[in-house]
Nanobody, 123 residues
C-alpha cells in the first residue's frame, strides 16, 4: 500500500506560480513512477505529467509543456509539480498517483491516488 497526500493548492491570479507537493508513505517510493492528473468541473480527469521512478524521464500534456515541471526527491518520498504562467484553464483539482507497473499517461495504470488539491486561477 502507498498513501499519497497532496498539498500546495490555492487561489492565484493568471500568470502566477504554484508548487504542488505529494508526500508518499508506505511502500518504497522509488519503486513507483509518479504522475499528476487534474479534473476540472464537468470534465473528465486528464493527464498532466509523469516522472519515472528514478526521475530520469518526464512527459507532459501538450498544454502544460514549458509551463509545468514535474520532479521528485526520493529521499523525501515526495513528488512535485512546479506550475508557472498559470491560466484560468488550469483550474482543477490536481491529483498525484503512483504506478508500479508502467511509465504511462493512462490513469487506469495507476495503482494509488491522493485525495487531490484544488487549484483555482482567476483571470
Amino acid at each position: 500500500q502507498v498513501q499519497l497526500v497532496e498539498s500546495g493548492g490555492g487561489l492565484v491570479h493568471a500568470g502566477d506560480s504554484l508548487r504542488l507537493s505529494c508526500a508518499a508513505s508506505g511502500r518504497t517510493f522509488s519503486d513507483y513512477n509518479m504522475g499528476w492528473f487534474r479534473q476540472a468541473p464537468g470534465k473528465e480527469r486528464e493527464f498532466v505529467a509523469v516522472i519515472s521512478w528514478r526521475g530520469g524521464r518526464t512527459s507532459y500534456q501538450d498544454s502544460v509543456k514549458g509551463r509545468f515541471t514535474i520532479s521528485r526527491d526520493n529521499d523525501k518520498n515526495t513528488v512535485y509539480l512546479q506550475m508557472t504562467s498559470l491560466e484560468p484553464e488550469d483550474t482543477a483539482v490536481y491529483y498525484c498517483a503512483a504506478s508500479i507497473r508502467a511509465y504511462t499517461t493512462k490513469s487506469d495504470s495507476y495503482d494509488y491516488w491522493g485525495q487531490g488539491t484544488q487549484v483555482t486561477v482567476s483571470s
